[in-house]
């Protein structure tokens, strides 16, 4: 079993940035995929990034590339999102997930998930 804690988000202006961060407990990251999905207000879930962790591949949403970074601490077992030049459209829960390999950017092939963060961008 893997359990997935999200943190890091919160309301912030259009243009302005944030972290989220997402620590695994019970098993490591470690030979994954872990990965970034939102669900906006009255919208399905969609996938917005994925790393590899033990070769740090990543790939992005067409719509955050660019602004949005995913990235990975093995010492912490922790996946972070570093969102910039954020946009009112960006509003909403953001969920990270893992599943063995190969990557994927289909939610329903990752197997254990994380509660969710509200990241509210405001005009």
């Known amino acids: 079993q893997v359990q997935l804690v999200e943190s890091g988000g919160g309301l912030v202006q259009a243009g302005g940035s944030l972290r989220l961060s997402c620590a695994a407990s019970?098993?490591?990251?470690?030979?994954?995929?872990a990965a970034w999905f939102r669900r906006a207000p009255g919208k399905t879930r969609e996938f917005v990034a994925r790393?590899?962790?033990?070769?740090?591949?990543?790939v992005y949403a067409d719509s955050v590339k660019g602004r949005f970074t995913i990235s990975r601490d093995n010492a912490k077992n922790t996946v972070y999102l570093q969102m910039n030049s954020l946009k009112p459209e960006d509003t909403a829960v953001y969920y990270c997930?893992?599943?063995?390999?190969?990557?994927?950017?289909?939610?329903?092939?990752?197997?254990?998930w994380g509660q969710g963060t509200q990241v509210t961008v405001s005009s």
């Open positions: 019970g098993r490591t990251f470690s030979n994954n995929v």
């Open positions: 997930a893992t599943k063995r390999p190969p990557g994927s950017s289909y939610e329903d092939e990752y197997d254990y």
């Open positions: 790393i590899t962790w033990s070769i740090g591949i990543t």
